[in-house]
């Protein structure tokens, strides 16, 4: 597997030993220099917002920044349940999340199914329809989109932001498609002869089998709906509505002088269901991702 | 398998009227709009062309469409170049290489508003760890955020913090290359430098095709880290596209211009993705 062109160096010149050994062991610590740096600079920022966040009103604004504050502020993370309606956010925030990932996941499986194992006409044109679609940015049907809802009366409700997850999306289609493909045909004929129906195929056979894609994307609609700024934002103006994520810029913009400590605790807050979920989930996010690019 | 039409367009119906309400209509509708003026108070009046000449005159439209082009053409070769030697890197048995890529990853999975607002922090010119960091080598950092000269830049640099997406899938291209092709070369006495540029880019084409492409569209939609962190500014500076439809649409409520605009962000989008196809016929290799 790891086909490098540093370990090639040392295949041919088998006779020096001495010379490439000390080479190898170069290259190698160069090796883990760049990964170290790398690294850092992936997870210091991180670091950082946690530090900020237990620092003083006054603490934050120290120069040189001290990296561990002496007397950590852990009522910072209070102060962000007490000064906005955290859990009002939250509780919006959540009911969005779980219902999207529900309908993306149904809705989704469903068209893929329809796409990999059901031979009808006009399959194919359907297929490139749904990848050209995922070219069309969002923001591009965002105004008709709020004149529509506006329409159904629809604005300052949840309901833009959850009904559109229940039709599919073209990613989730495209990735699920491809997974299905993979699953041998001939366990749908034998179902078929003991009499089983497509629906009940579906559901009994490819669907359990397919667990660890449908989690990848189970995790990565979490992600996408867990942090959606956008269509809140356009949405959702009515203070009872809003998600976390308008709810930390309320943050930001209640106060005369911004409190970043505080917004770094608001932060870190909405971080931590993402960082919890990709620790526990990890090998899911990978198979998710080496799953779409390309084949 | 023979045929079941009925069965078929039973099972994909829910992306067919998804993509007829939500997409398609939308779509349609844009267009049509962007030949009214509308403040969704009174009553929608046609306008025919007007909107479009308009924006021919507007030079925040320019400065829209210069802002998200140059965002675009500097992030997205870069993501790509960064994504790509942190792949290499990973790429390879080492200790703890399990931890390094938990690690390089984990900015991947945060987004939007939290993140932005980390950024803001980082890039404060007074207190922020950007500057301070600068500091230790002897250099005077901009006021980034705060400065016209420096603010685009700015989020550039931080479009690099995240490149996980990308650099799994080059990782899974990497490990898709057969051993043997490393071999012959190697016999072949190329160097390290020739295996690189004759086997490893070669046999990775289709994955740069591929990340590039994911790249640009998502480029064309920036919006929360300019919304947030900057506004636009300073002096448009970081007017994007995206942005300027916003705040045409929601701010002004200038539908009809806000729509015009989104006809323009759709063809721009369309004409610059069927271009990087056409140029990477000549460049992408396909083995398979």
Not at chain 1, 173 to 195: H, N, T, V, Y
Request: some cysteine; charged content about 10%; glycine content about 6%.
């Amino acid at each position: 597997m790891s086909a490098n062109a540093t370990n090639m160096s040392s295949v041919g010149s088998s006779s020096r030993k001495g010379r490439t050994g000390v080479k190898r062991d170069a290259s190698k610590l160069i090796w883990y220099a760049l990964l170290i740096f790398f690294s850092l600079v992936a997870i210091v920022p991180i670091l950082w917002m946690v530090s900020s966040s237990l620092k003083t009103n006054l603490g934050v604004f120290m120069v040189p920044a001290k990296w561990i504050p002496e007397d950590p502020q852990w009522s910072n993370y209070l102060h962000v349940f007490t000064d906005i309606p955290f859990f009002t956010y939250f509780k919006n925030t959540a009911i969005i999340t779980v219902l999207g990932i529900v309908g993306t996941v149904i809705s989704s499986s469903l068209v893929a199914y329809g796409l990999s194992r059901i031979k009808f006409k006009g399959s194919n044109i359907i297929f490139y329809l749904i990848i050209a679609t995922m070219m069309i940015p969002p923001q591009v049907t965002i105004v008709p989109q709020f004149l529509i809802f506006k329409q159904l009366g629809w604005i300052d409700s949840l309901k833009p932001l959850i009904v559109p997850e229940w039709f599919g999306s073209p990613y989730n289609i495209f990735l699920l498609r491809q997974f299905f493909i993979g699953i041998p045909k001939s366990l749908d004929e034998a179902a078929m002869i003991d009499g089983a129906g497509l629906f009940r195929i579906y559901w009994r056979i490819i669907l359990p089998l397919s667990k660890p894609v449908l989690a990848a994307i189970s995790i990565f609609a979490f992600m996408f709906f867990w942090n959606d700024f956008f269509k809140p934002l356009i949405f959702i103006n009515d203070d009872s509505l809003k998600t976390l994520t308008l709810g930390i810029m309320d943050f930001k913009s209640s106060f005369n002088i911004i409190q970043w400590n505080y917004l770094m605790a608001a932060s870190a807050l909405i971080l931590l269901p993402c960082v919890l979920l990709f620790f526990f989930a990890q090998r899911y996010f990978i198979k998710g991702i080496s799953v779409s690019g390309l084949k | 398998m023979k045929q079941n039409n009925l069965a078929g367009y039973l099972f994909i119906s829910p992306w067919i009227i998804g993509f007829l309400f939500f997409t398609g209509a939308p779509v349609l509708y844009t267009f049509a709009i962007s030949g009214f003026q509308w403040d969704l108070m009174s009553t929608p009046t046609f306008i025919g062309l007007d909107n479009y000449v308009k924006m021919f005159k507007d030079p925040l439209f320019y400065q829209s469409v210069k802002v998200t082009l140059i965002y675009t053409l500097t992030s997205v070769p870069l993501q790509v170049i960064v994504a790509m030697l942190a792949a290499m890197l990973l790429n390879k048995e080492l200790k703890a290489m399990k931890l390094f890529r938990t690690l390089i990853y984990l900015p991947s999975i945060m987004s939007g508003v939290a993140v932005a607002m980390i950024w803001s922090w980082m890039y404060n010119p007074k207190f922020g760890l950007v500057n301070d960091v600068l500091g230790w080598f002897g250099i005077a950092g901009p006021e980034w955020l705060f400065d016209e000269k420096f603010s685009l830049a700015a989020l550039v640099l931080m479009s690099l913090w995240s490149i996980g997406g990308p650099m799994v899938i080059f990782l899974a291209g990497l490990q898709d290359i057969p051993d043997y092709m490393y071999e012959a070369a190697h016999l072949d006495g190329a160097s390290k430098f020739r295996l690189f540029w004759h086997v490893t880019l070669p046999m990775l084409s289709p994955t740069v095709l591929f990340n590039s492409v994911m790249g640009l569209i998502l480029s064309f939609q920036v919006f929360t880290q300019a919304y947030v962190m900057t506004g636009g500014g300073p002096s448009d500076s970081t007017l994007f596209l995206v942005l300027y439809i916003f705040l045409n649409g929601f701010k002004y409520f200038d539908m009809g211009y806000a729509s015009t605009l989104s006809v323009v962000l759709f063809l721009m989008v369309f004409v610059l993705t069927v271009l990087q196809f056409k140029l990477s016929k000549r460049f992408v290799h396909y083995d398979r």
